[in-house]
């Protein structure tokens, strides 16, 4: 099969649960001649057909199934990207509702233009509760600041092109594997095109996802210090792209973790911010947007 112009990989470790509504956009992406891997992260016996039936889709060229016990959203993406072939791969999750139509015009636009990678906008969709009653829907526009893609860098809103880009392969972390990923990509030295249309529809703490798992949660200190490593690698705009991105990723692990290794997180990023004032700006940023949203 000639190579295809946009591919997908969406790991899942629970496709029994997704699977209704999984079913629904991996169709569409089919009909629109985007090939879809899907990896299906699982310690049990099962086989492609098993998953097709689950999924309700017959035998389809573009759809490539992936199984293995991987453990970890990260790793589970590698296979899939070692699996398809098209010329540009984005990432998407089992939990949320892309928009493969949009995502692929994007892409087409990109690529006439010779570029890079390619952002689009996003919404939110908060989860009913007895707090939050009715349907809620938040629409987050790109208005290609870069500082404020990585205020919310859903990597599910990016695609990369694999011609023009040496894409990185994803750590073994079950949280904030794909901050590490995008802060590998450069992205202040890349050629980007960005989207007002929305490309994708992220469930906010959706039932079963990690973000909802206290125990993936865990990770979230090894993604920092992942996040650390790279501090030397980059000089001007990315380096302070990868201070807010580690900023956040600070912010959010304060907040949840209940124990001690919270204060050792937070000292160590002060003692960092002491060591090289400039950081302070990018740190003066994300607490003023912190606080304006909240």
């Known amino acids: 099969m000639e190579n295809t112009l946009m591919g997908v990989v969406i790991p899942t470790n629970r496709i029994e ?32 057909v098993d998953i097709e039936n689950i999924l309700g889709i017959q035998t389809n060229e573009l759809l490539v199934i992936v199984i293995g016990d991987y453990r970890s959203p990260g790793l589970a993406r590698n296979a899939g990207m070692a699996a398809i072939d098209s010329k540009w791969v984005c990432f998407w999750d089992c939990d949320d509702v892309p928009n493969p139509e949009n995502m692929l015009n994007g892409i087409r636009k990109s690529d006439s233009r010779n570029v890079e990678i390619f952002v689009g906008s996003y919404e939110i969709q908060i989860v009913q509760s007895s ?11 790109c208005l290609g600041n870069l500082d404020e893609i990585f205020m919310e860098p859903g990597i599910w809103r990016f695609a990369f092109n694999r011609s023009l880009n040496e894409i990185p392969t994803f750590l073994n972390l079950r949280m904030g594997e794909d901050q590490v990923f995008l802060a590998s990509m450069d992205l202040g030295s890349k050629k980007l095109c960005f989207s007002e249309r929305s490309v994708y529809r992220y469930i906010q703490h959706a039932k079963g ?3 909802t798992d206290s125990d993936a ?10 996040l650390y490593g790279r501090m030397n690698l980059h000089r001007g705009k990315n380096r302070r792209l990868l201070w807010i991105s580690i900023t956040n990723q600070v912010i959010a692990f304060v907040r949840r973790d209940r124990s001690m290794k919270r204060v050792v997180v937070l000292v160590v990023y002060l003692a960092r911010i002491i060591h090289r004032p400039s950081l302070l700006s990018a740190t003066s940023y994300v607490v003023r947007r912190k606080i304006r949203s909240e």
Not at 135 to 140: D, P, R, T, V, Y
């Open 131 to 141: 707090e939050i009653p009715e349907l809620k829907i938040l629409k987050k526009p």
């Open 17 to 48: 649960d997704f699977a209704p509504q999984m079913s629904i956009w991996i169709a569409d992406s089919l009909k629109l001649g985007i090939q879809v891997a899907v990896v299906v992260d699982t310690r049990e016996t099962i086989n492609k």
């Open 217 to 226: 949660w865990r990770d979230l200190q090894n993604t920092i210090n992942s």
């Open 209 to 211: 996802s990690l973000t």
